[in-house]
């Protein structure tokens, strides 16, 4: 079992920048694919991107070219840069690990709490 927590919301101005952080404790991260979700009030969970061990990755077209996943596996963490942020990235974040290389929420077997991100105009 791996235990997540992300840390690094807040609010910031649109076209401000933050990073979170999924830092993973139980068992190494880099035996698992982790995503990024993000869920905004009255809206469904939806898919930001995710990473491979190897560092590949692959986003959402919505924050394709502004976010960027990177992981330090020697740290046991995985990180969200945001940039140039919109007031429609407002949204609960979460961080997620599993082992299949898909965008659907319910392929990741563990979950951390969420951070909140409020962009305000």
């Known amino acids: 079992q791996v235990q997540l927590v992300e840390s690094g919301g807040g609010l910031v101005q649109a076209g401000g920048s933050l990073r979170l952080s999924c830092t993973a404790s139980?068992?190494?991260?880099?035996?698992?694919?982790v995503g990024w979700f993000r869920q905004a009030p009255g809206k469904e969970r939806e898919f930001v991107g995710r990473?491979?061990?190897?560092?590949?990755?692959s986003y959402a077209d919505s924050v394709k070219e502004r976010f960027t996943i990177s992981r330090d596996n020697a740290k046991n963490t995985a990180y969200l840069q945001m940039t140039s942020l919109k007031p429609e990235d407002t949204a609960v974040y979460y961080c997620?690990?599993?082992?299949?290389?898909?965008?659907?929420?319910?392929?990741?077997?563990?979950w951390g709490q969420g951070t909140q991100v409020t962009v305000s105009s």
């Open positions: 990473i491979r061990w190897t560092g590949i990755t």
């Open positions: 997620a690990a599993g082992t299949n290389w898909v965008s659907m929420p319910s392929a990741y077997g563990y």
């Open positions: 139980g068992r190494t991260l880099s035996t698992y694919i």
